[in-house]
């Protein structure tokens, strides 16, 4: 296959970076918000024949207001997971029900601030029901999560088999739940499933729709719900190695849409919205690690070793998952060095890369670690007293602004209980 499939490529100049790095040591994560609007705007054209599709932006993915704002205004909503998810929602202007609070094991006081908000409450459990009547109230708005166990056996890598997931109801519960609200006095309702995480085969997604859209059928066939909207989930991938083709939303657009009028329309539900909440399809593509090389080191092999570590970027040591690197002003040059590209984490897993074919390599160069624009810099840690890095934007005008700042040692500090004196801080 072709290595250019999909070229990776950096927004900045050489001199611009290295202008940007002047202000804002490495490392740090950094975004591009016309990549944003770019990815958000194919998904948006792929279901333009929907009756008002709706994307949830998955805040988990880049949990910042600043990159949730970017998508809301071009008419996105969000899908939270957690409180903090709700808060940088708000924050963000989006409220009401372009906001989805789809969580699990859910607190009371998520629900609570979900309610307050006007968001879509998404229950993950049949026994929710009692549990949030009992601890806020009932909205007159529900939707449950399905998990399709009943009829998939085969998973997704990341999200795993649907019979081992922790997520959504049974095929027997969902009936239940939804008899359940009726009799409670619910009015309004939605239907949802999460089926795979990362995935760049347009099959999968128009085999969730023609789950969910059958399901919606019978449900509405046997309690008469008129559902508003079915959310088909997220987890449309992107090609992380150059030799990886996108995901073609085209092909997915048009599966769905022909699933759509074979069977919703003639089940009474042509108006139905669709929805989704991608998260990875919107930012992964539009962000970096930019990381100064520290060490080298030749032992048993060649090691490069980064300013940056497993605590600003977890998924190559969580699932083993491939980043593209390229060195900054070595674009073109031949790679003809073998590295483990590595952290300063006291794990051996603390690895960007392995035996990993690059240009060579000195210690001050600027490594550009791609994609990591979704769960990257969410999914850091403090293990070994590591700090989390900084957020950049690059504005569509070239500016760049810092969106969140690097974590400081009086950071780390300042929820233990003991003198600022005796740290020395």
Not at 241 to 257: Q, R, T
């Amino acid at each position: 296959m072709n290595i250019f499939q999909t070229p990776k490529k950096f927004p900045l100049t050489e001199a611009a970076l290295r202008g940007v790095i002047k202000k804002f040591p490495t490392p740090f994560h950094i975004y591009d918000e016309k990549t944003i609007r770019e990815n958000f705007r194919k998904l948006r054209e792929a279901f333009s024949w929907a009756p008002d599709f709706r994307e949830h932006f998955a805040v988990k993915a880049t949990p910042n207001p600043y990159i949730v704002e970017i998508l809301a205004k071009d008419g996105a909503g969000t899908d939270c997971s957690s409180i903090a998810e709700l808060f940088i929602s708000e924050a963000a202007g989006v409220t009401g029900e372009k906001i989805m609070l789809t969580s699990n094991d859910t607190p009371a006081e998520e629900f609570r601030k979900a309610l307050q908000l006007g968001a879509i409450i998404n229950l993950d459990d049949i026994t929710h029901i009692d549990y949030l009547e009992k601890n806020a109230r009932l909205p007159e708005f529900i939707s449950f999560r399905y998990n399709p166990a009943d009829i998939m056996n085969d998973g997704n890598d990341i999200i795993g088999r649907p019979a081992e997931a922790k997520y959504g109801l049974t095929r027997e519960q969902i009936f239940k739940a939804y008899k359940i609200c009726l009799d409670k006095g619910v009015k309004r309702f939605g239907l949802h499933t999460m089926i795979a995480s990362n995935e760049r085969k347009a099959s999968t997604f128009i085999y969730t729709a023609r789950i969910m859209f059958g399901l919606a059928a019978k449900l509405k066939a046997q309690l008469g719900i008129k559902f508003e909207f079915v959310n088909l989930g997220g987890g449309l991938g992107i090609p992380y190695s150059p030799d990886e083709l996108p995901v073609d939303l085209k092909m997915i657009g048009d599966g769905i849409k022909k699933l759509f009028y074979e069977i919703l329309v003639p089940s009474g539900l042509g108006d139905v919205r669709l929805a989704m909440e991608s998260g990875r399809a919107m930012t992964g593509s539009a962000g970096w690690l930019i990381s100064t090389v520290l060490h080298k080191k030749n032992t048993y092999k060649n090691y490069v070793g980064l300013d940056s570590c497993m605590s600003d970027l977890m998924r190559p040591a969580l699932y083993n998952a491939y980043h593209h690197i390229t060195i900054l002003g070595k674009e073109n040059a031949p790679c003809d060095e073998i590295y483990d590209v590595t952290g300063s984490l006291c794990e051996n897993n603390d690895k960007f890369a392995i035996d990993r074919h690059l240009p060579k390599i000195d210690v001050g160069d600027i490594l550009i670690i791609h994609d990591t624009g979704a769960h990257g810099h969410a999914m850091g840690f403090n293990y070994n007293g590591k700090l989390r890095s900084a957020e950049l934007l690059i504005r569509e005008n070239g500016n760049v602004e810092m969106i969140r700042r690097a974590e400081t040692l009086q950071d780390y500090f300042a929820t233990l209980n003991f003198p600022n004196a005796r740290l020395n801080l």
